[in-house]
């Protein structure tokens, strides 16, 4: 017997209604295939692509066939989006080291470029990862309305409403307020470590440093020399010619 999928209401509306904020260096740069003219645009647009849902990717992770077919035309930027989130780095990074929950809310802020309204839409989709599997889970994020209507097929995901107007800061990126790894796997890995130093550094002006000549070096200098000590010179009480010890007044 399937799951039924539970309901959810948004619970925010700042994705939904139609922003009218003026452009700054904030404002989050939209790729598209509708308007790119040459090869380094399109370049572009694969880099911003890793950067929106790997975050970093070095050159192993990278899907040379993938990219290959986006630049030839056979691959629109939502069929190269799909292809990159079921990539077994984006598994590896994301899935396995993650439970359904977290996994379910880096994803959507990736793919649909917003938050999760709330933790009943968190349960909804961890259910479909559940019966339908990640590529069900997948498919249900491309294909659904807010998608297409957001990126259709041509636009790259982005994080939508970046900086709202009725606040001074907006929303913190994605990759920031969440991190790759759960609290758990992060402790597996050692992190955070923390790092302590025996000597603690300080800062000395210029105008007070000692120049050459200055005694203070020469001081330095003396405590820096770590010569042995001398060893006491031991003689036996047969040698000791006590006549010549004990002393007398010439006349």
């Not at 880099?47 to 990717?57: S, T």
């Not at 839409?121 to 491309?142: H, N, P, W, Y």
């Not at 800061?169 to 890995?189: C, D, M, T, W």
């Not at 203070?216 to 047969?238: E, K, T, Y």
């Amino acid at each position: 017997m399937a799951i039924p999928l539970l309901e959810y209401a948004p619970a925010s509306q700042n994705t939904r209604v139609a922003g009218f904020t003026v452009g700054s260096d904030e404002t989050p740069r939209i790729y598209t295939t509708n308007n790119l003219l040459s090869k380094t645009e399109l370049d572009d647009l694969i880099e911003a692509a890793y950067r929106q849902l790997f975050f970093h990717a070095f050159a192993v992770d990278r899907e040379a066939t993938l990219e290959s077919q986006l630049r030839s035309g056979n691959l629109t930027v939502r069929q190269f989006v799909r292809g990159l989130v079921l990539s077994d780095t984006y598994r590896r990074s994301f899935y396995e080291k993650n439970n359904n929950y977290r996994f379910v809310e880096q994803t959507v802020q990736r793919v649909l470029g917003r938050d999760v309204y709330s933790e009943r839409e968190k349960i909804a989709c961890s259910a479909v990862v559940m019966t339908k599997g990640i590529v069900g889970f997948i498919d249900a994020l491309l294909d659904s309305d807010e998608y297409l209507e957001a990126f259709g097929d041509d636009t790259l995901p982005y994080q939508r409403r970046r900086i709202l107007p009725s606040q001074v800061i907006g929303e913190v990126p994605f990759n920031i307020k969440s991190p790759r790894y759960e609290a758990y796997h992060r402790s597996q890995l050692g992190f955070p470590q923390l790092i302590w130093q025996n000597n603690v550094r300080g800062y000395i002006p210029t105008d007070r440093k000692p120049r050459a000549g200055d005694p203070a070096l020469f001081l330095n200098m003396a405590r820096n020399l770590s010569a042995p000590p001398a060893a006491p010179r031991i003689v036996s009480a047969q040698n000791l010619d006590y006549e010549k010890l004990v002393p007398y007044r010439k006349k």
